[in-house]
């Protein structure tokens, strides 16, 4: 049971647009998200995060929004640049549970 | 300070042997992890520990052990390879229980021929 989706393998965005990924899960216990980025042959390294009593967090060029609701959230990258192409893995957590839930990953292209 | 470290970075295994991953950090985390990446499947957790000496399974434990006898350190063993064990295994580490965020290792690449 796949409790945190990331329904698209892979998405190609040219530099300096706007780059959308997107993360769905079913647990509604969830209440802290992170988004990881991946280089090959490095470990993930911490994005940025949002906590379930949030609708938007922002860092930067990166801005996440997490819909309740609809169990969803995403990741906006703006303006996307090259060094952005790279793996990005959504996570969830329930408080006190001490464990991270991971996506599958999307690989993002930004391309010139 | 070098953060969380892993060796080997690679591996090539015959179906059978056994071998151990060792994860290092000096970064005082309490929480360790070990993960494994495997095309289409995202992180999944293996084991994990909530502190020196304690040990607890994740969602694949199967096939593996783990030991944490100091704080600064966590293995994983593989007693006796199989070729699904072939992956990329990661380890990663948090500060506490009030913290959620967790900081990786570089991974180590294993093939099980």
């Known amino acids: 049971d796949q409790q945190v989706k990331q329904n698209s393998p892979s998405l190609s965005v040219q530099e300096g647009r706007i780059s959308i990924l997107n993360c769905d899960y079913t647990n509604s216990m969830f209440d802290y998200f992170l988004w990881y980025k991946k280089y090959p042959a490095e470990g993930p390294t911490f994005l940025i995060s949002?906590?379930?009593?949030?609708d938007k967090n922002e860092d930067g060029r990166f801005t996440v929004f997490l819909n309740k609701s609809a169990k969803h959230l995403s990741l906006h990258i703006v303006p996307s640049q090259p060094g952005d192409s790279a793996v990005y893995f959504c996570?969830?957590?329930?408080?006190?549970?001490?464990?991270?839930?991971f996506g599958q990953g999307t690989r993002l292209t930004i391309n010139p | 300070n070098a953060g969380v470290t892993q060796t080997p970075k690679f591996r090539v295994l015959k179906t059978g042997q056994s071998m151990t991953l060792l994860c290092a950090q000096d970064?005082?985390?309490?929480?360790m992890y070990w993960y494994r990446q495997d095309p289409g499947m995202g992180l999944r957790l293996i084991h994990y520990s909530v502190g020196e000496g304690t040990t607890a399974k994740g969602e694949v434990p199967d096939g593996y052990n783990v030991s944490r006898l100091k704080k600064q350190n966590f293995l994983l063993g593989l007693e006796s390879a199989a070729p699904s064990q072939t992956s990329v295994y990661f380890c990663?580490?948090?500060?506490?229980?009030?913290?959620?965020?967790?900081?990786f290792g570089p991974g180590t690449r294993l093939t099980v021929l």
């Open positions: 990663a580490g948090k500060a506490g229980l009030f913290t959620d965020t967790q900081y």
């Open positions: 949002i906590s379930s009593i949030k």
């Open positions: 970064m005082n985390h309490e929480y």
């Open positions: 996570a969830a957590s329930v408080t006190g549970a001490q464990k991270l839930v």
